[in-house]
């Protein structure tokens, strides 16, 4: 079965904002703003980066998860990360057999996702997806692929965890992938991508703090960022309520 980190989602207070943001800081073209996650209480914009997506999600509608989830952070934050398989039976039988709590699923066409309950994964929401063919991404809209950039890539993501070992297994076995230490850090590799688990920064919580992006215009988004005021000593953006380690 293989796995691949595929699309990104980061809560964010102002769709507006953080879609100009996003132009100005990160260089990224148009969003697709899909219809269908109204039902959720939400509006989105998703961005193409090469094959892998950057969504932000923002609430319209009172007492949404996302809602509570910027009220509990105090702002932008890490919303949810979700993986591709190319082995949809044997994931949902991993998840079974982990007794993992699907909170909300789809199949269409041959093109679905398994959304899992943070409490039973811990850190955040974690999405399992699968396409008809590997190259699909449904959700990144019918043309993503000519708004896409290009020479870059969301390469992985990094979880804080008071247990970043136990939170790491418990990744681990959804996932059916081994876990490993590398730089003060736990760590699973996918066949494109990687998920890590350290202890928390800054506030102390629990949650998808910091994603990689590759990127050949990674002089011009530091650039960018000193303009905004959102460059880190490390030379990473601090931005959406995550860190951005461009690699």
């Known amino acids: 079965m293989k796995l691949r980190l595929r ?31 109204v039902r959720y209480g939400l509006r989105n914009a998703v961005y193409a980066i090469d094959n892998t997506f950057l969504e932000f999600v923002s609430p319209i509608t009172e007492n949404t998860t996302v809602g509570r989830l910027l009220a509990k952070q105090g702002g932008d934050c890490g919303y949810m990360v979700i993986l591709q398989t190319d082995g949809a039976d044997e994931a949902r039988a991993r998840i079974d057999a982990a007794g993992v709590r699907v909170a909300d699923q789809l199949d269409r066409n041959g093109a679905g996702f398994m959304h899992l309950h943070p409490k039973d994964v811990g850190g955040t929401l974690l999405s399992i997806d699968y396409m008809p063919r590997w190259p699909d991404w449904e959700w990144g809209g019918p043309d993503w692929q000519k708004s896409a950039t290009h020479d870059e890539a969301i390469t992985g993501i990094e979880m804080s965890a008071l247990d970043p070992q136990g939170m790491a297994g418990r990744w681990g076995e959804i996932l059916g992938r081994p876990m490993e230490h590398c730089d003060h850090a736990s760590r ?60």
């Open 7 to 37: 699309q990104i989602a980061l809560a964010v207070t102002d769709l507006e904002v953080a879609t100009l943001q996003a132009s100005q800081i990160l260089g990224l073209g148009s969003a697709y703003q899909d219809p269908a996650i």
């Open 188 to 247: 699973i590799g996918l066949d494109e991508g990687e998920l890590r688990f350290a202890a928390p920064a800054g506030n102390g919580s629990e949650g998808f703090q910091a994603f990689d992006l590759h990127s050949a215009r990674a002089a011009q988004l530091r650039e960018n960022a000193v303009r905004h005021g959102c460059l880190t000593s490390e030379g990473n953006i601090a931005l959406f309520g995550v860190t951005i380690r461009l690699v």
